[in-house]
């Protein structure tokens, strides 16, 4: 069989579970309201939180946004915002490239 996520990946998943958890928590809404204000299922958040599962990235971005969290996360993501990625960008538009 394939295994399809590696230990660190895994780990990863459940650390990010355990933050938007804190999240909630830190929000004081229970698992019902949290699941209720992204328009998702209780299992779906159940499985973001727990790291477990497969949700539909769509149904992540709701979550995070209805912790009011989710224009940080998508901006972390930004190559432009990381130094390492930016020595990068700059290389590939020197050369001509373009992103």
Not at 8 to 28: D, M, P, S
Request: aromatic share 4%.
């Amino acid at each position: 069989m394939v295994q399809r996520v590696s230990p660190r990946q895994q780990r990863l998943l459940r650390e990010f579970g355990a933050h938007i958890r804190r999240w909630r928590k830190v929000n004081g809404m229970t698992a019902v309201e949290l699941s209720r204000r992204a328009f998702v299922t209780r299992e779906t958040l159940r499985h973001i939180e727990s790291g477990t599962g497969a949700p539909r990235l769509d149904s992540l971005i709701a979550v995070l946004a209805a912790l009011g969290i989710a224009d940080t996360i998508v901006g972390a993501a930004d190559p432009y915002k990381s130094e390492a990625a930016r020595a990068r960008i700059d290389a590939i538009i020197g050369e001509g490239g373009s992103l």
